[in-house]
């Protein structure tokens, strides 16, 4: 088995749920008394959410290059980043190491691919949705078309992420705030939709919407998976 470097603390209300499907899946896999092998760096996500609002991503990635680094120190095969957002800085952080780094919006795509739809709503920080890392990898992948909500909705997406969910509140009202979002994704044409914010699947599940969800925690943790225990 291959050890699983996760690059965690963003926020850790994720990364804990990271920790927790990846142990359980392995164990699913292999029985008996089996856990993953994880190397975990946990970073200060207020150092990191101050260098967003600024605007500052080049600090950012310094911050995640020197965790990766330590990942790579510390014994894991390859390193998977537990956040949607801050692979706007996945190319300097997969260069600056000599192993694989697992890309979340390609276990997205993938996913997409299994469902066969091909036009996606995406739900995630204001930053996923608005810059073009994220929705253009999943074009230039996968071939496939991604909607985002109105920019007033997007306001209030990103508000409950940061406000709520970062801080592990979950509130009712904020999840029906989610499904307007959702339905009106819908009516536009999305036949899935991304929780492309690692805190979302938190609030949100499938019973929730009337088209399939992509959890990108859920599948980033079985992609994982699959590397530890490929050959």
Same mark, same amino acid.
């Given at each position: 088995? !291959?050890?699983?470097?996760?690059?965690?603390?963003?926020?850790?209300?994720?990364?804990?749920? $990271?920790?927790?499907?990846?142990?359980?899946?392995?164990? !699913?896999?292999?029985?008996?008394?089996?856990?993953? !092998?994880?190397?975990? #760096?946990?970073?200060?996500?207020?150092?990191?959410?101050?260098?967003?609002?600024?605007?500052?991503? &080049? @600090?950012?990635?310094?911050?995640? %290059?020197? @965790?990766?680094?330590?990942?790579?120190?510390?014994?894991?095969?390859?390193?998977? %980043?537990?956040?949607? +957002?801050?692979?706007? #800085? $996945?190319?300097?952080?997969?260069?600056?190491?000599?192993? *694989?780094?697992?890309?979340?919006?390609?276990?997205?795509?993938?996913?997409?691919?299994?469902?066969?739809?091909?036009?996606?709503?995406?739900?995630?920080?204001?930053? +996923?949705?608005?810059? *073009?890392? $994220?929705?253009?990898?999943?074009?230039?992948?996968?071939?496939?078309?991604?909607? +985002? *909500?109105?920019?007033?909705?997007?306001?209030? #997406?990103?508000?409950?992420? $940061?406000? &709520?969910?970062?801080?592990?509140?979950?509130?009712?009202?904020?999840? &029906?705030?989610?499904?307007? /979002?959702?339905?009106?994704?819908?009516?536009?044409?999305?036949? @899935? /939709?991304?929780?492309?914010?690692?805190?979302?699947?938190?609030?949100?599940?499938?019973?929730?919407?009337?088209? *399939?969800?992509?959890?990108?925690?859920?599948?980033?943790?079985?992609? @994982? /998976?699959? &590397?530890?225990?490929?050959?």
């Amino acid at each position: 088995m !291959k050890t699983i470097g996760l690059l965690g603390g963003m926020s850790w209300e994720s990364t804990q749920t $990271y920790y927790s499907l990846i142990n359980r899946e392995i164990n !699913k896999r292999l029985g008996g008394f089996h856990s993953a !092998k994880i190397v975990l #760096v946990s970073v200060d996500f207020a150092e990191i959410e101050h260098f967003q609002r600024i605007n500052d991503w &080049e @600090a950012a990635a310094g911050l995640l %290059i020197q @965790a990766a680094r330590q990942l790579e120190a510390g014994g894991a095969d390859f390193i998977v %980043i537990c956040t949607n +957002t801050m692979h706007e #800085v $996945y190319d300097q952080v997969s260069a600056s190491v000599s192993m *694989p780094v697992l890309h979340i919006a390609d276990a997205a795509g993938l996913a997409a691919q299994t469902l066969g739809v091909t036009r996606l709503g995406l739900l995630g920080t204001e930053f +996923t949705m608005q810059r *073009p890392f $994220y929705r253009q990898r999943l074009r230039d992948r996968f071939d496939l078309d991604v909607l +985002t *909500p109105s920019s007033a909705q997007q306001a209030v #997406v990103h508000r409950i992420i $940061y406000d &709520e969910l970062c801080c592990g509140l979950i509130n009712s009202h904020s999840r &029906e705030s989610y499904q307007e /979002v959702i339905a009106d994704l819908v009516e536009r044409g999305a036949q @899935a /939709v991304i929780l492309g914010c690692t805190e979302i699947g938190l609030l949100i599940s499938e019973d929730d919407c009337r088209v *399939p969800i992509i959890d990108t925690t859920v599948i980033h943790a079985n992609q @994982a /998976v699959d &590397e530890a225990l490929s050959e």
